[in-house]
């Protein structure tokens, strides 16, 4: 890293090096304009027996149509298995390409420089720019950029090509593996299986938004942003970092807080400083106060000679704060009550979709929830606004779900998955915890050094958050819980195991819940519980199955609930799941998971209505 240094008050802009090292999303400003390259691609998939051939031959040099028989049109953002009638799509695993064309504004020519911006695509993905290569990215659900001001033709038509594989090893995150049956029985010569260990659909395609994006030469790369409050919340604190690109030992930086109406609070200036300032209002979670997560605005101000740049960075001011039966915003102790999800929807599969992003928040706020974990990947950050700005708190997890080892190449995309994640959302406030993984094989011996290296890691990048792992074995025989700040499980009494038994749910949970607590000492919460159910499928006395037994279990369950929060150390529940969501095809699953309190398309269930009662009686509880 290079370092150049101001004459004044010891200030020093911070460079970076080779490129860009931020990964700030792209907005409009007085020197950064916004092109969005959302819409219908050109598509087409790789030979299932020739993968290779569209790099042996150069696809990113010509015309898809021209090279591939099968060229249709797809949607960006979207996720690619059922947009189609044809089954091969749906089910395709590995080399599919994406191909658009798209105008550059002859003005962007000169003194600009530009950048492309993937939100997201799984998982390899390879990228080219009028045949020139510009980046390569492996790992699904987290943005990469790279910098195409040279390879772009200014005030003419450019093509942008996208090969994607969404093949998953032992050594990716999530895991998978590729089985060759080898047996001519039953099988072709070279057919081959993707399984996974994971119990949601592995879609595929470019997920999230992509745009072409400019800034002068001399812009702001990245900002770090950390706040804290006094004890009696009167005063407020901002720490902040900001690291430049381009820019001369004379650059000048300067910040500008403003409140929601765009009234400036205070003002600082050097690339590393804090903003204290009285009275703040705070980032609060949804019913912990009247007024949840309040935003300020960041505006960042870089002065370069004659050169200048402009970034503004939504922030909310809160404390953060956790003990061995706690965590605390705002000094005051949080209770979740919240559920899984997952990013899923008929037709467009993960792809982003704004309506539906709005639609979820609407029931989130209709059921009184105040948290989610982000199960099993990072949501999109457009998912993440909404929770910054509602004050939903997020367990924010990377896709590390079921791994069953646990070598040191593993560990090297887990730690750069890690890495990738806290980059991104490490100034959001919403996000309240890490989590490392989900239902891994923890009771295996290399657990242990492998997630206390994980953790460790973890809390170098971010010592400001608790980091958590969602745990299914038992407390027994886990190997990674001694590491954690929060112990989170999962488990399905009278469903996967002594289904039907309604009357062992509470007895269960009990004992469960305090264990864990008393051998590590640590706040508990429960991060699944649940049960299936099919619209319209009903029984008295309940059976599994029907909308019955899911809201008589779930009572069984808050009993418990009720105990263990009076105790101290338990600090959460969260259902599974959100809203039903497809799944691999298999004898276990008809049409998907049905564990939801909404239906896929969100109509509610009984279930749904018997939470909202839940989570009021729990606020009301609380005041």
Not at 173 to 185: C, E, K, L, S, Y
Not at 242 to 257: E, F, N, P, R, V
Not at 418 to 436: A, F, G, Q, T
């Amino acid at each position: 890293m290079k370092l150049c240094f101001s004459l004044i008050f010891f200030s020093k802009i911070f460079v970076a090096a080779n490129g860009p090292q931020g990964i700030l999303y792209p907005q409009q400003s007085e020197s950064r304009e916004l092109f969005s390259l959302d819409g219908v691609w050109t598509f087409a998939i790789s030979p299932k027996f020739d993968q290779d051939i569209g790099f042996k031959n150069q696809w990113y040099c010509k015309e898809l149509k021209k090279v591939s028989k099968y060229v249709i049109p797809m949607p960006v953002p979207s996720s690619y298995n059922d947009i189609t009638q044809n089954a091969t799509i749906r089910d395709f695993v590995g080399w599919v390409w994406y191909e658009r064309t798209f105008f550059v504004p002859a003005r962007w020519r000169g003194e600009q420089r530009v950048f492309l911006r993937f939100g997201s695509a799984n998982y390899e993905t390879v990228v080219w720019i009028n045949g020139v290569k510009v980046t390569n990215h492996s790992g699904g659900y987290l943005p990469f950029v790279a910098e195409v001001t040279k390879q772009l033709s200014y005030g003419s038509e450019n093509k942008v090509t996208v090969a994607l594989n969404n093949t998953l090893t032992p050594l990716t995150i999530p895991q998978g593996r590729i089985v060759f049956p080898n047996n001519t029985d039953r099988y072709p010569p070279g057919y081959f299986i993707q399984e996974y260990n994971f119990d949601f659909t592995n879609y595929a395609g470019i997920h999230r938004p992509v745009y072409l994006y400019t800034t002068p030469r001399s812009y702001i790369d990245d900002v770090t942003v950390t706040t804290e409050t006094s004890e009696d919340n009167y005063f407020g604190t901002i720490r902040y970092s900001i690291l430049c690109q381009g820019c001369s030992k004379d650059a000048m930086l300067y910040t500008d807080l403003l409140d929601e109406d765009g009234a400036n609070v205070a003002s600082n200036f050097g690339p590393k400083n804090k903003i204290s300032f009285k009275r703040p209002k705070l980032w609060w979670p949804n019913l912990m106060h009247e007024r949840p997560g309040y935003l300020y605005t960041l505006k960042i101000h870089l002065k370069d000679g004659d050169v200048e740049d402009f970034y503004r960075l939504k922030i909310g001011v809160r404390s953060l704060s956790w003990n061995s039966s706690g965590i605390f915003i705002n000094h005051q102790k949080v209770y979740f009550q919240g559920f899984g999800k997952h990013e899923d929807f008929l037709i467009k599969g993960r792809g982003v979709d704004y309506s539906l992003i709005v639609k979820d928040f609407n029931l989130i706020n209709w059921l009184g929830a105040n948290s989610f974990r982000t199960s099993h990947y990072p949501y999109a950050e457009e998912i993440m606004d909404f929770a910054d700005k509602n004050g939903i708190m997020v367990i924010d997890e990377i896709p590390g779900v079921g791994l069953d080892h646990f070598g040191a190449d593993l560990l090297k995309n887990h730690l750069e998955a890690m890495k990738e994640l806290i980059h991104r959302d490490k100034n959001r406030p919403s996000v309240v915890m890490w989590s490392i993984g989900n239902e891994p094989q923890s009771q295996k011996p290399e657990a242990a050094p492998y997630y206390s290296q994980v953790v460790n890691f973890t809390k170098l990048l971010d010592p400001t958050r608790p980091v958590t792992l969602v745990l299914s074995r038992g407390y027994f025989e886990d190997k990674a819980a001694p590491f954690l700040d929060v112990i989170c499980f999962n488990r399905y009494y009278s469903w996967y195991s002594d289904t039907g038994h309604l009357e062992l749910i509470q007895q269960q949970l009990l004992n469960e819940a305090r264990n864990w607590h008393n051998k590590f000492r640590k706040p508990v919460m429960m991060t699944e519980y649940g049960a299936g159910s099919i619209a319209g499928f009903h029984s008295d006395p309940p059976v599994v199955w029907t909308e019955d037994y899911q809201t008589a279990l779930m009572k069984e369950y808050f009993k418990g609930f009720d105990i263990l929060r009076k105790e101290g150390f338990f600090i959460g529940e969260m259902i599974w799941n959100f809203a039903d969501f497809g799944t691999p095809q298999g004898s276990t699953r008809v049409f998907g998971n049905h564990k939801g309190i909404f239906a896929r398309d969100r109509s509610p269930k009984p279930a749904a209505h018997l939470l909202k009662q839940r989570y009021e009686s729990i606020v009301t509880a609380l005041k």
